[in-house]
């Protein structure tokens, strides 16, 4: 059994949805700027996660269909590295709103992105263990 990030559109087979994270833009504060001018002239630098990912595909699908270029400055597949790529001022992000740092602006007047799913995804048949874990989880989701 393990925990992953979905498209709701694309869910893998047998996965279970717990939750879905609304995502945002994130820039280093020295970094924000509106959307307009963010996307004249050059290619907007994107700090992103290793491909495939749903974040990743969330946010250059979403500047693709505004017609803006962009180019991958960083890629880490930790959050915590990408976050510190952001706070560098290496480029935007994209993150789930819950978890944006404090340190961190979201840019609120760029091009909203569609949510992501969290799910659990496991075999078929699970052990009683493994079924009794993910009850647990399921519960203490549920709760939040």
Request: hydrophobic share 50%; glycine share 6%.
């Amino acid at each position: 059994m393990i925990i992953v990030k979905q498209d709701p559109e694309q869910r893998y087979a047998g996965a279970l949805p717990l939750w879905r994270e609304r995502l945002v833009w994130v820039a280093a504060p020295g970094l924000v700027t509106a959307f307009a001018e963010a996307r004249e002239g050059r290619a907007l630098p994107l700090v992103l996660s290793p491909a495939p990912c749903v974040y990743r595909a969330r946010a250059t699908r979403t500047l693709e269909r505004a017609g803006v270029r962009w180019r991958g400055v960083f890629a880490s597949p930790s959050f915590a590295g990408q976050a510190a790529a952001v706070r560098a001022g290496l480029g935007y992000a994209v993150m789930p709103r819950a978890m944006v740092p404090q340190e961190l602006a979201v840019l609120s007047d760029w091009p909203e992105l569609a949510e992501v799913e969290i799910a659990l995804l496991g075999q078929s048949r699970l052990s009683p263990a493994t079924a009794a874990l993910a009850g647990f989880i399921q519960a203490k989701v549920a709760r939040r």
